[in-house]
């Protein structure tokens, strides 16, 4: 059992790797949070979707890198220690989110602006590579072998914090701005979108104090005492087939569908929300808020779970819910924000204005825009927008075809809660396969190896494959236009395969010492 003095010291480790893991994600997610803020400033406003969609590659560049630098700093951490490198990360990562926040936007420097942001994402991916296999490591490293699932889920609940905080920070600067709403949303959108990255070099100050005073893993620090450091990381973990088999079994069996549960539940759920439901940015985000925080907690029972019953089964059955679900959840935030059923208030209906857009490659073809606030009986307020579409041909008369569409969806109480109460299953989903796998791969792998080995399967398995899901799930939406679900089938395809690679192929052990 733990004594006192040691239960106060494990906790001492969980709040300093956990206080900069918190703000290094919080930096990482911060550009996704404002994808589409981020879109109009460093690129073309030509054509939204396409900007949107750059948006999002950029984005998700930062993970395709993480490999690399799990490579990096994963061979570091197994040389010099966990401390000093993750460390080091952590003022990668904060130097890089302040940087955005200074770039110019492309109506400055043109071209230059999303090259800019390019290079500091891929800096971020690198950090990132390193902190997250650092910090788990440290905190499992310091746990009693029964109780590494409980104690390293705390480090697993940073990560949806982090996203937290900064939905939080955006939403906190933008009503700062200005009392008036409409006033606040340009000033946003013009300059205060970067208060955010800027405010996140105080918290990086803070955390790099707080790791300053933290000491080395204590089995590191038995190993490099006997002489036992690995000389050559990289080659010990991928260059011995035993091992190598592990890395690529942590990745397929596991950390793929991990990851994409993970963005799904998350990132490309808010972006669901905002850009096909078209729920207000405030609603969409506050949505996210209320839902994380009803569903934080449980990654601490899954983890403290998987103490008892083993790690395997449930990060699987978190997987399999989330493959035979999606697509009926999905579908009730589809029907919950429609207009069908209600009731409109007529004398509050309100004429916002008309425009007209030539439609691309034409110098006479158009779409008129009218726009109208409507109110409901229930105490929703959307904005209903006729399409007056008209084609002109030479050789017959215009043709005009019209079509109703709503944005700007502020919802009634209860439908705002249903979306927040569907919301917090696809985050309860999140924890249940994302809680315990910080201990489930610490325990794949020797001490003398483990950051290495288990850094890069979990960033391949949560940057490359789980990274991709915003951007793959909104491209998918434009290829297949008239089914607006069609973004889920990369989760689900991933899910399933993992699902059952893991399920044969991953044991459900729960002696935690093997390794050790």
Excluded at 448 to 465: A, K
Aim: hydrophobic content about 45%; proline content about 4%; glycine content about 8%.
């Amino acid at each position: 059992m733990t004594q006192p003095s040691e239960s106060k010291k494990i906790w001492q480790v969980i709040a300093a790797s956990s206080v900069g893991t918190l703000i290094e994600w919080y930096d990482f997610y911060i550009f996704g949070s404002l994808a589409t803020v981020i879109a109009e400033q460093f690129f073309p406003k030509t054509n939204p979707t396409a900007a949107l969609l750059s948006t999002l590659a950029t984005f998700a560049a930062g993970f395709i890198v993480r490999p690399f630098g799990a490579l990096v700093f994963g061979r570091l951490g197994d040389l010099i220690g966990r401390k000093y490198t993750f460390l080091l990360t952590l003022i990668l990562m904060g130097g890089s989110t302040f940087a955005i926040g200074l770039i110019p936007g492309y109506a400055t420097i043109g071209f230059a602006a999303p090259l800019l942001v390019l290079l500091l994402r891929l800096l971020q991916g690198l950090a990132l590579g390193g902190e997250y296999g650092g910090a788990a490591t440290y905190v499992a490293e310091h746990a009693p072998p029964h109780r590494r699932g409980y104690y390293t889920s705390w480090i697993q609940t940073t990560a949806t914090l982090g996203l937290f905080l900064s939905l939080g920070v955006i939403l906190i600067t933008r009503h700062y701005l200005a009392a008036d709403l409409t006033t606040s949303i340009q000033r946003f959108n013009d300059w205060g979108w970067r208060i955010p990255f800027w405010a996140s070099i105080l918290l990086v100050v803070v955390s790099i104090y707080i790791r300053m005073r933290m000491n080395e893993s204590p089995l590191f620090a038995k190993l490099k005492s006997e002489g036992k450091v690995s000389v050559n990381p990289l080659k010990e973990s991928f260059g011995h087939k035993a091992n190598l088999k592990m890395v690529l079994l942590a990745l397929f069996g596991a950390t793929m569908g991990q990851g994409v549960v993970w963005y799904t539940g998350q990132f490309y759920a808010q972006s669901f929300l905002e850009t096909v439901c078209r729920i207000d940015f405030d609603q969409s985000r506050t949505i996210i808020i209320w839902a994380i925080l009803f569903a934080t907690p449980f990654f601490v029972v899954f983890g403290g779970w998987s103490d008892k019953i083993g790690r395997k089964w449930i990060m699987l059955i978190g997987m399999l819910l989330a493959v035979c679900t999606y697509q009926y959840i999905f579908k009730q935030f589809l029907n919950i924000t429609q207009p069908t059923g209600k009731t409109e208030l007529a004398e509050h209906r309100k004429f916002l204005g008309e425009k007209t857009v030539l439609l691309p490659k034409s110098k006479t073809d158009s779409i008129q825009l009218r726009t109208w606030e409507v109110h409901y009986t229930d105490g929703a307020v959307f904005h209903e927008i006729k399409q007056d579409t008209l084609w002109t041909d030479p050789t017959r008369a215009a043709v005009t075809k019209t079509a109703t569409v709503y944005d700007e969806k502020k919802l009634d109480t209860w439908a705002y809660r249903k979306i927040v109460g569907w919301m917090f299953v696809l985050i309860l989903y999140v924890t249940m396969v994302y809680g315990p796998i910080a201990a489930f791969l610490v325990e794949l792998f020797p001490t003398r190896i483990r950051y290495t080995s288990m850094s890069l399967p979990y960033h391949i398995g949560n940057g490359v494959f789980g990274g991709l899901t915003p951007f793959i799930a909104t491209l998918l939406t434009t290829i297949y236009v008239t089914d607006k679900l069609s973004g889920l089938w990369y989760t689900i395809i991933i899910g399933a395969v993992c699902f059952f690679i893991g399920a044969v192929y991953i044991s459900n052990r729960i002696d935690a010492d093997v390794n050790d």
